[in-house]
């Protein structure tokens, strides 16, 4: 190669391992299919809506989830839905949609609330004005509307222990990654893995007692009764083919999925509404105006009543889709878009550049939640706007996600004032999820107040 090839791959290789959201230039925007020269691999950036229709959807067979993401993956979570695939997919699949329907997500805006109430007392104990990172914030509350909603009360009492036990887990898997990315078998000794599998074996230990606590009460109990959460039904759930339950490895691994997949992205969803809430007076007014008239009406139908608020989140994973892309791999050779693909090609659909794609969006970077009103939301196209992905390894938890975001939106934005600190300099990160990369410093006031 070259010497000036050899620098671009190489510059091209920092700024993925930096932030990858810096790779896409101008040209990504505009094509519908880019090729990119990576060392090893062929890869497409696909963002034709016909083509990934045929990626996501139609030929979903011959699109798998790739192999670098399934060794992140790896682990603990390897029996969960995210990482499974085929046969055990379909049936965990089938087994885990009741769980997250819209009508059995609907009962857990109480969960949301109370989680809303415990963050609004701690915000209120603060001096008003008090600059702190309200991203920071939005990672615990997530995280505590993860645990009211999965074990109701299962973890009352540990709570900081969990959760630096969670965040200790998660920090580590991350770590592994980077091993595993380049294929390095697992019998290879790594530098201080035994110390890792202690941080992973606490934390599955921890979750172990709660699924062997619960077991024993829904021993107890007939059939129909049990705490109203997630576990329950995930311990009750049966396969309709063999009448079997999930094993003990498919449980764990499917709480640790929930936990990760739900967490950090729902947190950035709500950051990134936030601060853009920050910088629209006029939207800002609309939804404390939606806010002050529904929130004070019944708990039932609150996130369909939410509808400017509601359509501000869905802009906000327009602008800022907490899974910037998605990857797949090709398994036999296909033809897409006109372009010939190989076996085992890389093929991204980047939600962060198909959400501002030229062709597809009117004015892609201004923020304009009137695009996802009712007036206006049914010209968006069905593959113009992907934050929870499409076909059938769709996001489970997007009715659960957007009703969380909606309604902890509306409520925070009703009690405080959020405005950035005059210094805060805001870019994303696409590190995992898309968050901001210095954290939302912001200025928080109780609306009450004085
Ligand atoms: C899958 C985004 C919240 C659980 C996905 C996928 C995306 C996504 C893009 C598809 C990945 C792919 O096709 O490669 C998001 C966003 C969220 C969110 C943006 C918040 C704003 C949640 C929540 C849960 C959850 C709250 C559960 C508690 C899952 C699971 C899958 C998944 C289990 C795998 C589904 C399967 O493969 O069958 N999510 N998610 N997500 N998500 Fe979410």
């Known amino acids: 190669q070259p010497p000036e090839a050899r620098l671009r791959l190489f510059r091209l290789l920092a700024t993925l391992k930096r932030n990858p959201l810096e790779c896409w230039s101008a040209e990504f925007f505009r094509e519908p299919i880019a090729r990119v020269g990576l060392p090893f691999t062929d890869a497409f950036l696909v963002h034709d809506p016909a083509a990934i229709r045929h990626v996501l959807v139609d030929n979903a067979d011959n699109y798998r989830k790739d192999p670098i993401q399934r060794r992140i993956l790896a682990s603990g979570l390897a029996d969960g839905l995210l990482s499974v695939e085929d046969a055990r997919w379909e049936t965990q699949r089938r087994m885990l949609a009741p769980l997250f329907a819209r009508r059995a997500v609907a009962a857990f805006t109480e969960a949301i609330l109370t989680a809303v109430d415990r963050l609004t007392a701690r915000w209120r104990s603060r001096v008003p004005g008090a600059a702190f990172d309200v991203a920071a914030e939005m990672a615990l509350l997530t995280l505590d509307v993860l645990a009211l909603t999965i074990f109701s009360d299962g973890i009352a009492g540990d709570y900081d222990e969990f959760r630096s036990a969670m965040n200790a887990y998660f920090a580590v898997i991350g770590r592994i990654g980077a091993l595993d990315l380049l294929g390095v078998p697992q019998s290879v000794p790594r530098p201080g893995r035994a110390r890792l599998r202690r941080t992973l074996d606490y934390f599955e230990g921890i979750i172990d007692r709660i699924i062997d606590t619960r077991r024993r009460v829904l021993a107890g109990l007939p059939a129909g009764e049990g705490p109203s959460d997630l576990l329950t039904p995930l311990l009750r759930a049966l396969d309709p083919s063999t009448g079997q339950s999930l094993s003990l490895a498919e449980v764990r691994s499917n709480i640790l999925t929930f936990l990760s ?190």
Not at 301 to 307: A, F, I, K, S
Request: aromatic share 8%; net charge positive.
């Open 261 to 450: 997949a739900g967490h950090e992205t729902t947190a950035n969803a709500l950051s990134w509404s936030i601060f853009l809430l920050s910088q629209s007076p006029d939207w800002r007014y609309r939804v404390r105006e939606e806010a002050a008239r529904e929130l004070a009406g019944p708990v039932e139908g609150l996130t369909d009543r939410l509808v400017v608020t509601r359509a501000v989140v869905e802009e906000a994973l327009r602008l800022y889709p907490p899974i910037a892309a998605l990857s797949r791999m090709t398994k036999d050779a296909d033809t897409l878009g006109g372009v010939a693909v190989k076996p085992r090609s890389l093929i991204v659909i980047a939600p962060y550049v198909l959400h501002r794609h030229l062709l597809l969006w009117e004015q892609p970077n201004a923020f304009d939640p009137a695009r996802f009103m009712p007036a206006r939301r049914g010209t968006i196209g069905r593959f113009a706007y992907l934050p929870f992905g499409i076909g059938p390894r769709i996001c489970i938890g997007a009715s659960f996600a957007l009703q969380e975001a909606t309604i902890a939106l509306a409520a925070l934005m009703q009690r405080f004032d959020i405005m950035l600190s005059p210094d805060a300099k805001v870019w994303p990160l696409q590190k995992i999820t898309l968050r901001p990369e210095s954290g939302l410093p912001m200025r928080v006031t109780p609306r009450d107040c004085g």
